[in-house]
């Protein structure tokens, strides 16, 4: 009968299918031709499975893995990452049997308390106090270490991605600025010099409106990015915020923090934010703003900047985004015309506000597993990879100097690629390409304000290329930027309020910073703005997570 | 006993499905207590304590009411213009008579179902933006004022609607052709003897064929009417339509998920779970009483 | 063959709709077609509608020339094969022995099955029971716990309730056990409904990712629509602590060509054309007249 035929058709094929899919399977799963056989932790001491707290493409075969098994320091990492929500993925683990060997994480309260209660993780004091064993280790410095320490005394995790000097520290990028045009400008007839002032910027913005662009349609004057995933630390109205002289930025801490006149103003609080948003408010119904920032997402935003749609940007620039002018040899696209002016001077504004606050201390956290039987390994490898050297993020990124790069002239000088298949496989946007030479674990290391790579990159195919370093420079001096203080790292307490509602905080905030921007006349800004204020209250409370920080701040200083 | 064995067969064929679902649903639904207990990530389940209905108390946040009222909104209105469309949209195609353009109208008309989310926002997006779009340039042609389609609150609802029928209509068109064509053609031949038109005959035949399907379609479709795809919502979602397009999914998502409180999560599976049961109970019943089909 | 007016209009008016219908639905799909095959960069500067402006392959290079998703693939494929001919015939055979209305217990049976649609314990309580079970990071993970659908169960009864009692009884007077009837009777005169279930079960493992982002980590054991999610979710940081490691993220990120559009559409159609090819196989089963001379004799 036919539908025995079709059906035994169907099975054979689903036969076939299955022993196609076994037969993979029982290679041990992973493609390792070269394996030390398809099992890690063979007691040895040699290898380690560490698992990667955020979705990542693996290739256990990269030529930086190889490297480092096969000669430094003779570790064989095998690396396993969540295809899913980190959180949730960790979760599911914590919830049978745990991780094997190592894990690591971004630095998060959620993170660290999961893997405290799970009882699955070991204490590391000891080890950071071995300098004859574990030298990487040891030089981590005391502060970081000492803040990490329960009331028992014990250090659950190693610190990664730190900066070696919390003295100097390396004040990383900074990229929250205001970028203009310079080609919109000169049609406009006014200088850099004149947008030093709020009300030049307005002059421009105004004329900005009857200029075109190339292909004929009117300019929008100006834009920045509302992307419905930033957060309070992190959003592009910072840059304008900080015109006003709203601190916007932290260090890991809940919500950014002014210390004015001996008070701690909690963001919403400062009388300067309202202004910022008023002055926002007043360019949108001036139609000085592009009318979609509320809605585009990072997409449109870029296309819009690309095509030479818009005249001012606010915002950080790697937004707008940087490759829009590092892709440039000369001024063949509107991209080129970019500069980063400073934040324009407010009337009755002193100093410009925060947006970044230079925190030296760890971004990273290493957990390892108490049942792990590769302790060895694990400390080994990084002990490696925390060797206060400059470079050494560089070297756990890329292998060492000589390998696949090396230095132009001299060491902590300028560096470029040798190798150039490596070089190929490495920037070609792919992640499964980029997976096969490196699996870019820079964080399981430490930086160092005496060099970093990216701002000495030697290669310069495009003239376009170091802008980005030159923006960073310049941003670094524009007055947004300090080192951080006790205030700005007061952090959410276990089980507490600001765990509870910070979300429904960050709702409330995305809700009405639209409803403020969009508002058609002042009666309407004014009766947003108390709605604003009653949601505050009523959907985050707001007053009871201002009490927890004080008490918070008080039991954090207190305590040191 | 005897009838136990006289059905024994039809018991060894039920059997499998009895054992699976025991195994991956049954058991995992113990896993509902974590409504009642205070879980958190990193310990077990066994062990973290009973706090009653202490995970229950976002009942009393006021912002869950207008999130649940923009979910129920959102569904109910894309229930009462997709549950007809692909029935509609099936007698249309079953009524074409050119076989070619019949057979192209179904292979054409499911694609959009296998297009992600994530890509159908960004052209709807593309589509109604204020900067050049296609629709607020034909709105223009016409002489009206460009509409701020994706800023607007107003619009957010009938874009999800709308957006959500094209997507899925063709493909729920499927069993419903699949419905059609069982039914037996000689009832056809009868009628047309008798004298009845095409429009009698959907009427009389077509449509009564069908209704065991519809009727089953319905009844099933009715767990699904709780939650809102957030696959389709969370990329249509911006700060200016946040009041409206926040829906279950990206609360308990937000407030409870990404925390890590998943007693509240599952509490409020939990709330929707009853809600659920004693609709599809009344909408059997409801349908066994109009036409004596139900769900068994 | 002769057509009323009234027909002919009626005709008319739906051939029209339904070519509106199609066209709005091919239109994006070229749009995205187009897309993918359009240098990135030109794609972004708009006006790309049809047809590509500049011709590349370069998206299609990318997302495919790799291991990772050629392996995808056969994963994909093959649990589609599998899990589609395994479901099927788990749900089909319950079916089958639940529409037996004299069935003691039925009742009690169907509400069994009435409940797992409508309660579940959550991600957790499910996870923790496959990891018993030994089932993550194992192929079958993507198989055994799919095995039954009860929504296709209840619409397979609802079916078979529509076929003729008179047949199955004359055939159990014949001496046919109800084996023989399922797959000599039964299954011949449902070809239509088990194509289109059989299509739903197929699609349904072809588009999951989920199970592929939790319930396994083995990079080679990952279904094309995992990775494929990854990728469409490629340009969205979500929330970094601390401005540091945020901006350090966006700017090595920038450091490379970013992947654009042109990709994420290039990304839709390798993970919906294969199955869209399944469909046309399958109409010839949604054919009229199965129950034709069934009743008769």
């Known amino acids: 009968m036919k539908w025995r035929k079709k059906s035994q058709g169907m099975l054979a094929a689903s036969m076939a299918a299955v022993l196609i899919v076994l037969a993979g399977c029982s290679g041990g799963g992973s493609e390792e031709p070269s394996g030390t056989g398809g099992d890690a932790g063979s007691g040895s001491g040699s290898a380690f ?57 971004n630095r998060s309260e959620t993170v660290d308390n999961a893997m405290k209660r799970s009882n699955k993780i070991m204490p590391l004091e000891q080890y950071f106090d071995m300098p004859g064993q574990y030298p990487g280790l040891a030089s981590i410095p005391k502060p970081y270490l000492e803040e990490m320490k329960d009331e028992d005394g014990h250090i659950w995790s190693i610190p990664t991605w730190f900066d070696q000097n919390p003295d100097n520290p390396w004040p990383g990028w900074a990229s929250q600025t ?121 997409e449109r935003y870029k296309e819009k900047n690309k095509s030479g749609r818009t005249a001012l940007n606010a915002g950080s620039f790697f937004n707008v985004d940087s490759t829009l002018w590092e892709t440039l040899d000369g001024p063949t696209e509107p991209g080129w015309y970019y500069q980063v002016i400073p934040f324009p001077k407010v009337d009755g504004v002193e100093r410009v506000g925060t947006n970044q606050v230079v925190n030296p201390y760890p971004g990273y956290d290493v957990y390892i597993s108490k049942e792990t039987k590769n302790l060895e390994a694990i400390l080994k490898f990084f002990d490696y990879t925390l060797q206060p050297k400059a470079e050494q993020q560089q070297v756990i990124n890329e292998g060492p100097a000589g390998l696949y790069w090396d230095w132009v002239d001299q060491p902590l000088g300028e560096w470029k690629y040798i190798d150039e298949e490596y070089k190929a496989a490495r920037n070609s946007g792919d992640a499964a390409q980029k997976s096969k030479v490196t699996p870019e674990l820079y964080m399981t290391s430490s930086f160092n304000n005496d060099w970093y790579p990216w701002w000495n990159y030697g290669e310069s195919d495009k003239a376009g290329a170091k802008r980005t370093s030159e923006f960073t420079a310049q941003v670094g001096e524009m007055g947004g930027v300090r080192g951080a203080e006790p205030y700005d790292m007061v ?60 008490e918070s701040y008080d039991a954090m200083v207190g305590g040191q | 006993m005897g009838r136990l064995y006289k059905y024994r067969w039809q018991y060894l064929m039920i059997l499998p499905a009895v054992l699976l679902l025991f195994l991956f649903n049954y058991i995992p639904m ?94 709807l997006q593309s589509l109604l933006t204020l900067d050049g779009g296609l629709v607020n340039e034909l709105i223009g042609k016409a002489g009206g004022e460009p509409i701020f389609f994706l800023g607007s609150t107003e619009w957010f609802r009938p874009m999800i609607v709308a957006s959500g029928l094209w997507k899925e209509v063709g493909w729920n068109t499927i069993l419903y052709l699949a419905a059609i064509t069982a039914i037996d053609p000689q009832l056809y031949e009868a009628a047309k003897v008798e004298g009845a038109g095409k429009w009698a005959q959907i009427r009389h035949i077509t449509f009564p064929g069908i209704l065991p399907t519809i009727s089953i379609v319905l009844i099933l479709s009715i767990p699904s009417l709780i939650t809102v795809g957030m696959d389709q919502i969370y990329p249509m979602m911006n700060s200016a339509n946040m009041e409206v397009s926040d829906v279950l999914d990206t609360y308990v998502l937000r407030s409870g998920l990404q925390q890590g409180y998943f007693g509240m999560a599952t509490a409020v599976g939990l709330i929707s779970s009853v809600i659920a049961l004693f609709l599809v109970l009344l909408t059997n019943q409801t349908s066994r009483k109009i036409n004596g089909e139900g769900l068994w | ?151 296709n169960m209840f619409v397979m009864l609802k079916f078979l309730q529509g076929i003729p009692e008179a047949l199955v009884e004359s055939a159990e007077l014949d001496g046919a056990g109800p084996v023989r009837i399922l797959f000599r009777i039964i299954v011949p005169l449902s070809k239509p409904m088990l194509a289109a279930l059989g299509l739903f079960t197929a699609v349904g493992h072809w588009n999951d990712w989920f199970a592929g982002a939790f319930y396994v980590t083995d990079q080679s054991l990952i279904p094309v629509q995992t990775y494929l999610q990854q990728l469409l979710n490629a340009s969205d940081l979500s929330a970094v602590m601390g401005s540091n490691t945020n901006q350090e993220a966006l700017a090595r990120g920038s450091q490379q060509n970013i992947t654009l559009m042109s990709i994420k559409m290039a990304v839709v159609m390798v993970s919906a054309l294969p199955i869209l090819c399944v469909y046309p196989f399958l109409q010839k089963y949604f054919v009229k007249g199965v129950l034709i001379g069934s009743v008769k004799g």
């Open chain 3, 1 to 151: 063959m002769k057509l009323t007016l009234g027909e002919k209009a009626g005709q008319t008016a739906i051939v029209a709709l339904l070519s509106l219908l199609c066209l709005s639905v091919l239109y994006p799909f070229l749009y995205m077609l187009a897309i993918s095959l359009n240098e990135g960069a030109d794609a972004a500067r708009g006006g790309v509608y049809l047809w590509p402006r500049s011709f590349t392959l370069i998206n299609y290079e990318i997302v495919l020339g790799n291991e990772v998703i050629r392996n995808s693939y056969w994963i994909t494929i093959a649990r589609t094969v599998v899990g589609t001919v395994c479901g099927m015939l788990v749900t089909l055979v319950a079916a089958f022995g639940l529409s037996y209305r004299g069935l003691p217990f039925r009742k009690g049976i169907l509400g069994y099955i009435l409940i797992t649609m409508l309660f579940s314990g959550g991600l957790v309580p499910i996870y923790i029971q496959l990891h018993n079970l030994g089932l993550t990071n194992h192929f079958l993970v993507y198989i055994i716990p799919r095995m039954f659908s009860a929504w």
């Open chain 2, 30 to 123: 113990a896993g509902i207590q974590i409504a009642f207990r205070d879980f958190q990530i990193g310990s077990s389940i066994w062990s973290s304590p009973w706090v009653g209905l202490d995970n229950f108390a976002f009942l009393q946040e006021p912002h869950f009411w207008v999130v649940v009222q923009n979910t129920l909104y959102i569904s109910v209105l894309k229930f009462v213009f997709g549950f007809p469309a692909p029935i509609l949209l099936a007698l249309m195609i079953n009524e074409v008579m050119h076989g070619g353009f019949k057979r192209f109208v179904q292979s054409v008309s499911y694609l959009p179902h296998f297009f992600s989310w994530i890509v159908v926002a960004y052209i």
């Open chain 1, 178 to 298: 205001w970028l203009v045009r310079t080609d919109v400008l000169e049609k406009a007839g006014m200088t850099l010099e004149d947008l030093s002032t709020l009300e030049g910027v307005e002059q421009f913005l105004a004329k900005a409106a009857g200029i075109a662009d190339d292909s004929g349609k009117p300019l929008n004057p100006m834009g920045f990015l509302m992307d419905p995933n930033d957060t309070i630390g992190w959003n592009d109205e910072n840059a304008i915020l900080s015109a006003f002289g709203v601190t916007t930025g932290s260090a890991g801490g809940v919500i950014p923090v002014s210390e004015r006149n001996g008070e701690f103003v909690l963001l919403f609080d400062d009388p300067q934010y309202k202004a910022a948003y008023q002055w926002i408010n007043k360019m949108y119904q001036a139609k000085l703003i592009d009318p979609e920032v509320v809605t585009d997402k990072k």
């Open chain 1, 49 to 105: 499975d560490l698992w990667l707290g955020w979705s990542a493409t693996i290739n256990n075969d990269s030529l930086v893995q190889k490297y480092w098994k096969e000669q430094e320091p003779g570790v064989e990492v095998k690396l396993e990452a969540t295809q899913g929500d980190a959180t949730t993925a960790l979760n599911l683990k914590l919830n049978t049997g745990g991780f094997k060997d190592a894990a690591i994480f």
């Open chain 1, 491 to 550: 952090k959410a307490k276990p089980g507490g309020l600001w765990e509870k509602y910070g979300p429904e905080l960050e709702t409330v905030r995305k809700e009405y910073r639209a409803k403020l921007i969009m508002s058609k006349d002042t009666a309407q800004f004014e009766a947003n703005w108390e709605a604003f204020r009653d949601a505050l209250e009523k959907r985050a409370h707001w007053s009871e997570l201002k009490r927890e920080w004080r």
